[in-house]
């Protein structure tokens, strides 16, 4: 029976010393690590180790919610589930996650690829910084991963021993059915906004019967409909970036659940983006910023849409719209057809999960730098107040909006205080 | 090791003589006991075993299909399945499923209560007896096993370890997702219809776009909307009636299944039934019972939808559409609006799922007696062709259909001739 032992730099080149892929890769002479930790998230411990030859990162779960303390348990198994995921991840999309050179079950660490020059594209996003290739990079990575863990693609007996699988990460699917559908839409405990000035606005969505209704029917829709391996995570703080490269990390809250969930949470963040830029603009330089930003929902939008699509017509294998009753008896428009529905539906949900995450990002627990980086909380206020009334908007009338275009320029006339 | 072996009048005894629970209800003269294999259905072996002191049923399934042989394989975990299923049909609906006695993994044996003088529903239908409590008990049983095991109801944590448990159960899911929504609308080899009689219009089928884009929406919907434990079999062959007494059995399709399939597989059975008739009918003598079969479907809606809402309002203690942000928050139109929503979705599914059932049991490897018993093919074909129609407008036109007074009079038109 191994005992878990949370690492520190004297006990980690101990633990780790004698696997060859890091010796490998860091160097063999383990007393010239240097080993820094550098965990910024709410859960986790994560280490880079630099040796003679190289680095890498080092990523241990902790017994407990970093953020909060061991009065917030939570299971060392998350690292597992990550792990699970980044293997899948890396199969749909090779090259998108960080190569795994280690994984060790019992004490959950996770060694991989130490990913420089990237930084998280959440700062890269607040410090201004205009990424070519993250709509494309992220379009594609979604269509591909959502697409290729579904009954659409896989053999349907290999998907339901993954949906068990990973039905046993339950308490972080918990994390986010109370954080993101529920809390915000009441005086939760662990709830914080900006106070007084937010406080009229967030009574009113309290109040607001609709936008809760909704709320809880895309709750039912993520708890229920187990359609594909989810990041569960996939927001601008879990990808890294560099001009050159785009990479996503932090599956630990993958699981099965609706394929809208990971494109509405991760268009969420732009848009945040979008309404935060006015909180770090000097003297109207985001100008340019903001509309990068809402060309990037749109191009991974339309990169999602049409590598689905693509998939859709050469790789569509699963026992879903087979070929048989379309291609094969002529009809392709048949399955052109079907596409079409699956993906208004999928536009739909998606509209509603983005919706839900702007809210419970200023809400809730756990805020996002974008917003709270800026200091004077008049202008964060006035930032986070545009994101929420986008949210709502979305979430409520999810079924009758037509375009991205549309919803791009009600974003601008929410920035430029035309509507309200 | 234990070695499954297929029980005969010989080995029951032996096998199953030494289970306080079945010598307190057969008698302990294991000499004494009398042993008939009654099974009819396509999967397994069934014992009636009678004793000094009174009757069991025994169960076992064989290790592959029994209607087509071991070419088929099956594997015997089924048993279990039904068997986890039964136990939690008795805990939701108790009173509704045969008690058991005794369960024995390995062997694949469920040993419970002998029903008597209990028949089949569908051969009680077939007859044109009218039982008075089936639209009732059915309802009531849908409502209560649907809601109770879905997050409405339970433990979140405990419905994903369930979810995991029968995410297992793929083979029979295999079954369904193949036989009911995919082979009925091409030339499957294992298909067989009425022919020539019906060639015309199973081409007409087989060739509507709409029609097989809705089936893959419901199969797309069957396979991922893990909302609850269905039954996953339940027409009017599960069902054993008196005049006074219903009980539902043989739900070793059990897995985790959107609401909708159990309720509309039911009720398609009921319409199939109404437009069999005419193939039993003797100088006009089924009028009352078509007038009867469609009360029913209405009785077992009204039902559903009644106590469904009853739970809705008194055991809504899942994680979904919480009381903290409705009724106690003064906000009780809040809920009712959310059931509102609810209800409409398991309606339009239902309808849908209702549709493609009809067709199956009449194009597919599957057909059920109400039909097979016509010996007229011409009658036959005709009576089935009136099934096959409502399926196709049920299935298409789902999302429009208001009220089951509407189906039902369109059912009518269709049995008259009126619509064709």
New interface residues.
């Given amino acids: 029976m191994t005992v878990f032992e949370a690492l520190n730099s004297q006990t980690l080149p101990l633990r780790l010393g004698g696997t060859a892929a890091i010796l490998d890769r860091v160097g063999v002479d383990t007393s010239a690590w240097k080993i820094r930790e550098v965990g910024d998230g709410n859960l986790n411990l994560v280490f880079i180790v630099d040796g003679t030859k190289g680095s890498v990162v080092v990523k241990q779960a902790l017994p407990y919610v970093r953020l909060v303390g061991e009065s917030w348990p939570l299971p060392l198994k998350r690292s597992y589930f990550e792990y699970q995921a980044l293997v899948r991840q890396q199969e749909r999309d090779p090259g998108m996650v960080p190569e795994i050179l280690h994984f060790d079950r019992e004490q959950a660490i996770i060694v991989m690829e130490f990913l420089t020059p990237h930084i998280i594209l959440r700062k890269a996003l607040i410090e201004g910084q205009q990424l070519p290739r993250i709509a494309r990079d992220l379009g594609l990575f979604t269509a591909r991963t959502l697409f290729r863990g579904?009954?659409l693609s896989m053999e349907?007996?290999k998907r339901?021993?993954d949906?068990?699988?990973f039905?046993?990460n339950?308490e972080l699917?918990?994390i986010t059915?109370?954080l993101v559908f529920?809390d915000p839409?009441?005086e939760a405990t662990l709830n914080r906004h900006t106070t007084p000035q937010l406080d009229g606005i967030v009574r009113e969505l309290?109040?607001d019967?609709?936008l809760?209704?909704e709320a809880?029917?895309l709750?039912?829709l993520f708890?229920?409909?187990?359609?594909t391996l989810l990041h569960g995570d996939l927001h601008t703080g879990s990808v890294m970036v560099t001009p050159e490269e785009t990479r996503v990390i932090d599956p630990e809250f993958a699981f099965y659940g609706p394929m809208a969930f990971d494109v509405g949470m991760l268009l969420a963040n732009f848009w945040m983006s979008y309404f935060s830029q006015a909180g770090h603009e000097k003297d109207g330089d985001r100008a340019d910023m903001r509309d990068y930003l809402l060309d990037v929902v749109v191009g991974i939008w339309d990169t999602f849409r049409d590598e689905f699509s693509r998939l859709w017509h050469t790789e569509r294998n699963g026992?879903?719209?087979?070929r048989?009753?379309?291609e094969d008896?002529g009809?392709a428009?048949?399955s052109t057809?079907?596409l079409d529905?699956?993906l208004q539906s999928i536009w739909t949900d998606m509209l509603g999960f983005a919706g839900v995450e702007m809210h419970r990002r200023i809400l809730g627990l756990a805020h996002n730098a974008d917003f709270e980086t800026i200091e004077d909380a008049d202008l964060r206020a006035r930032c986070e107040a545009k994101a929420l009334k986008l949210g709502r908007h979305l979430a409520v009338n999810r079924r009758k909006i037509h375009s991205m275009a549309e919803i791009n320029a009600l974003a601008g006339r929410l920035e430029k205080e035309i509507v309200a």
Same sequence: chains 1, 2.
């Fill in positions: 579904s009954d349907t007996r339901k021993e949906l068990a699988l039905s046993d339950v699917c918990d059915e109370n529920s839409y009441y309290r109040a019967r609709d809760k209704v809880q029917r709750k039912h708890a229920s409909n187990a359609e026992i879903l719209y087979q048989t009753l379309f008896r009809d428009l048949g057809q079907a529905e699956v």
